[in-house]
């Protein structure tokens, strides 16, 4: 090429020049670095998305993983100033508490705006008037069917119809297991009060009990080897094993609701960069990421009823998330050590009985 200069080069420089004040502004600012704790590739960690933030922001976000709620709260109480940001399901934002939390100022999340105050302040969440984690995902446990099985509204009491007889898949999970047996009777799922109502209602499936399964691919490999046609399943497994694996299986909102979970994005009470923390709070539940994780990667549902709107109006996810199910269900909440053990005795029991 000549000596002069291209239009290519001319554009460079001149982008480049622009762009000075402001990378000096971003690497003033970017001493700032977060440690976020959650589940490993579960949307924090997205490293396009970690880019984006960090070029925005100037804020460098490192993560450290766990790989059960319980070993995330032990983490929490055992290392303190280790994290900024920490993924609590909502069954656990009470159990650490104001110890180890700091109340989420919601004037600091601008994305919060469209998020309903009966989902932002439910009692699983709000101490004292205030909430300590910020919702950000959610999804259901409810029945699953193959195609023309089951309709929308169809109740629980599908899991013990001689219809069903040998098709029915159980999730291992005695607080899933006593969950279903409590919507079955009209109870509370944190806190039946008649255990024994519960035990008949998983008991009256003997018949029909195929399988239990613990996994979405063990879900999703029996379903296609056709050992099963109802089940109970997770909304947004559904969803994947739907759309990544072309599976026959629509999920089912049953007329007694289903059991609805809540991902929350908190502040510990140790952390010492707490604007930096909801600068990514306010990221994460921004609709422009939430679009690109749920359409590229996929992603559960978002509490922020803006994000959701902005899917596609096809889209599995949006089908079956509908925002007015949450004013429906009843949320995964705090159980006591005790009440969880009783969980755990019934449905070893009940295990005991499917198998004589």
């Known amino acids: 090429m000549s000596g002069s200069i291209s239009r290519r080069k001319f554009n460079l420089l001149a982008l480049s020049s622009l762009a000075a004040p402001a990378l000096i502004k971003a690497r003033a600012f970017a001493a700032e670095t977060i440690t976020v704790l959650n589940w490993q590739g579960y949307g924090t960690d997205e490293e396009w998305a970690l880019k984006a933030f960090a070029e925005k922001t100037g804020i460098t976000v490192k993560h450290e993983y766990f790989n059960a709620e319980s070993e995330m709260v032990t983490k929490v109480k055992t290392n303190p100033g280790a994290y900024d940001v920490v993924l609590v399901n909502s069954a656990r934002v009470r159990q650490l508490g104001a110890d180890y939390l700091s ?5 600091k999340i601008p994305n919060n705006s469209s998020i309903p105050a009966s989902l932002s302040m439910h009692p699983n969440f709000v101490i004292n ?3 300590y984690g910020n919702v950000w995902l959610w999804g259901m446990t409810g029945l699953a069917a193959r195609e023309g099985k089951a309709k929308q509204g169809d109740s629980f009491a599908l899991l013990a119809d001689p219809a069903f007889t040998n098709r029915v898949a159980m999730n291992d999970d005695p607080i899933i297991a006593v969950g279903i047996g409590a919507l079955m009777s009209g109870q509370d799922i944190n806190a039946p009060k008649d255990l024994k109502l519960v035990g008949e209602k998983l008991k009256s499936m003997k018949k029909n009990i195929r399988l239990l399964w613990q996994s979405e691919d063990e879900w999703n490999k ?6 099963f046609d109802l089940a109970i399943y997770w909304s947004g497994s559904a969803t994947r094993s739907r759309r ?12 007694e609701g289903a ?5 929350t994005l908190t502040i510990p009470t140790s ?5 930096a923390a909801y600068k990514f709070i306010n990221y994460m539940i921004d609709p422009d990421f939430y679009y690109e994780w749920a359409t590229k990667v996929g992603a559960p549902a978002s509490a922020n009823p803006a994000a959701m709107a902005k899917l596609p109006a096809d889209d599995l996810n949006k089908l079956i998330h509908k925002q007015e199910y949450l004013q429906q269900m009843q949320i995964m ?6 009440t969880r053990q009783s969980f755990v005795d019934l449905w070893e029991e009940t295990k005991a009985f499917y198998a004589k």
């Open 103 to 107: 109340p989420i100022d919601p004037a």
């Open 129 to 131: 008037g205030k909430p």
């Open 222 to 227: 029996a379903f296609a080897a056709d050992q």
């Open 244 to 255: 990544n694996f072309k599976l026959p299986v629509d999920f089912i909102v049953a007329k």
């Open 259 to 263: 059991i609805a979970w809540v991902d």
């Open 271 to 275: 952390s010492t960069k707490a604007e």
């Open 333 to 338: 909440g705090t159980l006591s050590d005790e």
